[in-house]
């Protein structure tokens, strides 16, 4: 007999079309608010515009349909740990609130940002409470001193004191010395911005003022992939209090940030193509109000100008951001525009990846291999000046260990030494009579006795006296 064969079996194209669009149909009911937030990212434009409604109608309809199972899943969690089927806590809103010491953001959702005030980098929850103080509007401030202009910030005693830097023009600089900072009252530095003082600049700059941190106080308010363009994405106006704490008061704030924000804006459904005169305008007024909030308890502020970048329509873009920051900043008494590009171009002023660094045997690479963001060697020819800048307390050197005195040595225990037993009978005498010693006693000669009495001083003996003689004889 011969082996039958089987057919083989075979999709066709509707089949797969079917498929295709079942899981296409899941993933949008399943990760409807994923989609959402990736819409949101798309550069803006026509194409955005569009995705973006889908996806938002989308998540509209699965919401609708969801309602019931989202309003039943904190029971349903409930019940389960209540039986011990559970080892996670309810996920309400009151819980997450108390759990998180009530930091939340004003959407609902529980505020956990990378990093705290003491310096590590994992996800600590911050307070919830925003600074508060006037901004620098160049009026009197609260001890009646009038803010004038010139003045790189500070509150109105430190401007009286006569220590603060005037504004500097563009141009590579030195960055002017803040007074010293004192350990009995640290002074907090906040880095602020997004991956350009996370990647690179904002870790190096840590390390090197990790050996002053009893007089200057790192707290790390950056994010990567954000900016001041896109609010809808990352709203620095309502995080930026909560990753700093309230109970911090920033007294110098380092800002490294613009390199997400070459893209075009939106605006009333409008698109506002990057770089035409609108555009500046909405950029200007969104980093206008991110300064001031940095600059309304008197901090002051440092920012750093983007370097030159290696793609070159990237670079374009990026010239377009920094005049419109520099722009702004430039009119804020309170903020130090500081341009580094100097540091990282050639002598014709183009990109450099490597560079010869005094010191080094051969070139180092000072930008990482995106060309976009600094390498920590690269960070280095920034923290030097920026940590002379805060001019932290000097080091004080290590004290020595101290030593337990070496205790006195204990005297020798006094050994009891046994009797030695007597040789010969000893008689015990009776009452009376004369003790006899054991060894006979030999006689002194008349020498011993003459060397053995005491030395005296000499007498004068008189001579007897006569007796009276008879009177007449």
Excluded at 179 to 194: H, I, M, N, S
Excluded at 413 to 441: F, I, K, M, R, T
Aim: charged share 20%; with cysteine.
């Amino acid at each position: 007999m011969s082996k039958q064969r089987q057919p083989l079996l075979r999709n066709n194209c509707r089949q797969l079309l079917w498929v295709v669009l079942g899981f296409v149909l899941c993933i949008s009911l399943l990760e409807a608010k994923g989609l959402v937030v990736w819409a949101q990212r798309l550069e803006v434009g026509p194409l955005q515009q569009g995705i973006l409604r889908l996806v938002e109608a989308v998540d509209r309809s699965w919401s609708a349909v969801a309602a019931p199972v989202t309003e039943f899943r904190p029971q349903a969690l409930g019940f389960l740990t209540k039986h011990g089927w559970s080892d996670m806590p309810v996920d309400t809103q009151d819980n997450v609130s108390s759990i998180i010491g009530g930091a939340t953001r004003q959407d609902g959702e529980p505020s956990v940002v990378p990093g705290g005030s003491d310096g590590d980098g994992g996800d600590t929850p911050p307070s919830s409470a925003q600074p508060e103080g006037g901004e620098a509007t160049g009026q009197p401030d609260g001890t009646g001193i009038l803010v004038p202009p010139g003045y790189a910030g500070g509150t109105a005693e430190q401007i009286q004191q006569g220590w603060l830097p005037a504004i500097q023009p563009a141009g590579d600089m030195k960055l002017p010395q803040l007074p010293q900072a004192q350990t009995e009252k640290p002074r907090y530095v906040v880095l602020a911005g997004d991956s350009m003082m996370a990647v690179g600049l904002g870790a190096q700059l840590q390390r090197d003022l990790a050996a002053y941190r009893n007089s200057v106080v790192t707290v790390k308010a950056f994010r990567s992939a954000t900016g001041l363009a896109r609010p809808d994405v990352f709203d620095w106006q309502k995080e930026y209090p909560l990753m700093v704490g309230s109970n911090v008061k920033p007294a110098v704030v380092i800002v490294a940030i613009g390199a997400n924000d070459t893209q075009n804006l939106e605006v009333n459904r409008k698109v506002l193509t990057l770089g035409s005169t609108e555009w500046r305008d909405v950029y200007a007024s969104r980093l206008t109000d991110y300064l001031n909030m940095l600059t309304r308890d008197g901090a002051v502020v440092l920012w750093i100008k983007l370097p030159p970048m290696r793609p070159n329509k990237y670079n374009q873009n990026i010239n377009v951001v920094n005049e419109v920051a520099y722009s702004v900043v430039s009119q804020n008494p309170r903020a130090i525009w500081w341009d580094v590009s100097d540091r990282f171009t050639d002598a014709n002023g183009k990109f450099q990846e490597f560079a010869t660094v005094q010191g080094a045997r051969r070139p180092i690479r000072i930008r990482q291999a995106d060309g976009i963001h600094l390498s920590d060697e690269g960070a280095k020819l920034l923290t030097g000046d920026i940590v002379t800048w805060l001019n932290p307390a000097p080091l004080q050197p290590p004290k020595p260990p101290e030593l337990p005195p070496e205790p006195l040595p204990e005297p020798a225990p006094e050994q009891d030494l046994p009797a030695e037993p007597l040789s010969g009978s000893v008689e015990v005498p009776s009452a009376g009579a004369p003790v006899v010693s054991a060894n006979p006693v030999t006689p002194a000669t008349p020498a011993q006795e003459q060397i053995a009495q005491p030395q005296s001083e000499p007498v004068e003996i008189m001579p007897p006296a006569q007796p009276p003689q008879p009177a007449g004889e």
